[in-house]
């Protein structure tokens, strides 16, 4: 079972965790249905959506990412 681990940086530089989502597989509904209910509860707190997101290759949620979060920079990570 695939785990999505949703991280923020702070102002003072710490790592947050946001949100741990179990997924039923890595495809790309599976990530726009998590990411959505992202987007749902930061609209209801009024948080910003993300200006970067970090990622390895995950196709799949790159994907969503694009298709969610259109004007967040995305960085690969290697």
């Known amino acids: 079972m695939p785990l999505l681990n949703i991280s923020a940086i702070t102002g003072r530089k710490q790592v947050i965790q946001v ?4 997924l039923a597989k890595e495809r790309e509904g599976d990530y726009n249905w998590a990411l959505e209910r992202f987007q749902e509860l930061m609209s209801r707190e009024g948080i910003e959506e993300p200006t ?17 979060f259109p004007s967040s920079r995305h960085i690969l990570c290697r």
Not at 19 to 22: R, S, T
Not at 58 to 68: K, P, R, Y
């Open 19 to 22: 949100a741990i989502v179990f």
């Open 52 to 68: 970067v997101t970090i990622t390895d290759r995950e196709l799949a949620l790159m994907a969503s990412l694009d298709v969610l």
